[in-house]
């Protein structure tokens, strides 16, 4: 009985003792988390419920409830359109990355000479591909694709759009080559996803009859959903921090502004989070229904 | 006569089986077994790929051949690609105008510290993770996702007015103590990474090392750190470069005394307007500041440049390591 207890106890001091160490290998982590992310999000939160001022030694705070997010939204319409402009490029802009990524990883994935260099070179773009250089590069015009001027593909969107669609198509359009840019990482992302796909199976639906068209759409892509989504999810995410987003300027200019403040420009900041939640939570149940389907 | 008959067939038979032989040869070679391990089904994609690569990097090309323009070259709509003399001074105006020296060793000081403290924190997270047993492990998990996941506008407010509480603003500590902390730039995606390496790794090593009384400490330090050598590598290339790049953080955090190389080149150009501009013709931009602005880029995006040309095997196999892909 007593040595009974004594063995529980024991393994109750190891069992805290495993458990101490794995907190202890978290700690620097959730300080981390705790002082750089908890904490900032938690009063950015609470600084788009009230009107902020400097003061003489601090901040003063006046709690004011929803009244900085019904100012953004339906005084300040300029905010409104960049956020809903922003909306109509990403839905653009996130096929096109997926459907290039796809297709050169297509090609990559096939053998020949050279594979290793070429490679290399569709990856490059993630080394230097630095928001102030971009920017220069862009301003300097040189992401146009040569055969949009070539065929005047620009009268055609205006023609064939109304007159916003087409601008941002046409603006999509001229940024085309820097935008795929932006698809290094989703096309070694798709070329290790079809390591995955074993090669038994592609012999196996040669033998049955199968043309290689057949085995892409049958075999090729259903497998390869879940990537799509993932690659769906990075470019998202990624897109955060493009330097044609116009949105962090225009927060970060509202946030020194006498007339709006920080908690103003964190209710932007709110909005815009809210806008990109929905649209990965969209992208997600996609994959998610897509996937479960099988 | 029936016997020659019959031997002349035979004979045709035999030749006709042979070319079509030879035939389905030449065609095997060239067509290939299946569609796309043939000859001309390999040149299709090299060519493709050749003229997407071309397409893909023009930005890259034209930034360098202007760079090397002087300024009648640039005017000249005759001057297409290739100018008509290599022209350096605009690599002089913007190695002076960056203040390049002093403006690469901040850069490469912020650079190679932050990561080598990225790499530090984010292994012992990922250790954690991997290895190590204690409540709530996937709770963790799902929150350092959600780390990944919050855009920089909702924080950077905050973390811009805690900087300037601490007066850290302007100094290298802004990138230090996150980085420390496993904040630094995406270091959710590096805490993966390791957590993805040690998963991978034999239990063996630990329990034999736990056999003869190494602590844990000791076993971390000692024995799976080192060997996770090559993911260290893989994290510390990537952090590095992306610390190099890095613009908005920069932006907000290091405007005025620490500048580095990648906010350069705004104020670069900022100067560059304050002389006169002169709008030529059809040339709708300013020729006088196009050749140096676009040196001071190559200039900036060159030392990451080499470092991915040197280290480019582990850049691509890092990303197919991550375990994003499973």
Known sequence: ?294 | MKMEDSIKQIRLEVTKTLSSRRSQQVKRVLLGQNVNDGLVAKLIIFVLLTVIAFLYLQPILEMISTSLKSVPDLIDPLVQLIPRELYWQNYIDAWDGLRYVEAFLDTIFISSMGSLLQVLSCSITGYALARLRFPGKNIFFVLIIVTFLVPPQITVIPLYMIYDQLNWLDTPLVVFIPALFGQGLRGALFIIIFRQFFLAQPKALEEAAKMDGASIFRLFFRIMLPLAGAASLVVFLFSFVWYWNMNSDAAMFLSNDFTPLSMRLNSLTAELMGNEVVNVGAYGKDPISEGPKMAAAFLIIMPPLIVYLIAQRWFTEGIERTGLVE
């Not at chain 1, 978290?26 to 999000?41: C, E, K, S, T």
């Not at chain 1, 070179?121 to 015009?141: K, N, R, S, W």
């Not at chain 1, 007159?163 to 198509?169: C, D, H, K, N």
């Open chain 1, 1 to 294: 009985m007593n040595s009974e207890k004594g063995r529980r106890k024991g393994l109750f001091v190891f069992r805290m003792q495993e458990y101490g160490v794995g907190y202890l290998f978290m700690l620097p982590w959730m300080i981390g988390f705790a002082a750089f992310v908890a904490f900032p999000v938690g009063w950015s939160l609470y600084n788009s419920f009230n009107t902020l001022y400097f003061r003489a030694g601090g901040f003063s705070y006046t709690w004011v409830g929803l009244e900085n997010y019904k100012r953004v939204w339906f005084e300040n319409s300029n905010y409104r359109i960049e956020l809903i402009t922003l909306l109509q490029e990403l839905v653009i802009i996130i096929p096109l990355i997926l459907i290039f990524s796809f297709f050169v990883a297509l090609l990559l994935n096939q053998r020949f000479p050279g594979r290793g260099a070429m490679r290399a070179i569709f990856f490059l773009p993630v080394i230097f591909a630095t928001g102030q250089v971009v920017m220069e590069l862009f301003t300097q015009g040189a992401g146009e694709l040569p055969f949009i001027e070539q065929y005047n593909i620009e009268a055609i969107i205006h023609k064939n759009f109304d007159e916003r669609t087409a601008a941002s198509l046409v603006g999509i359009l001229s940024q085309a080559v820097i935008i795929l840019w932006y698809s290094g990482v989703q096309i070694l992302i798709f070329i290790a996803g079809f390591q995955t796909i074993p090669k038994t199976i592609y012999e196996a639906i040669r033998v049955d009859g199968a043309s290689p068209w057949e085995s892409f759409w049958k075999i090729t892509f259903p497998a390869m959903v879940p990537f799509i989504g993932l690659n769906a999810v990075y470019t998202i995410v990624d897109l955060f921090t493009f330097p044609f987003n116009s949105i962090l300027g225009i927060i970060t200019s509202n946030m020194f502004s006498p007339t709006t403040g920080y908690g103003y420009a964190s209710a932007m900041a709110w909005l815009y989070f809210a806008l990109v939640l929905l649209l990965l939570s969209v992208t997600l149940g996609l994959t998610y229904r897509a996937t479960k389907g099988r």
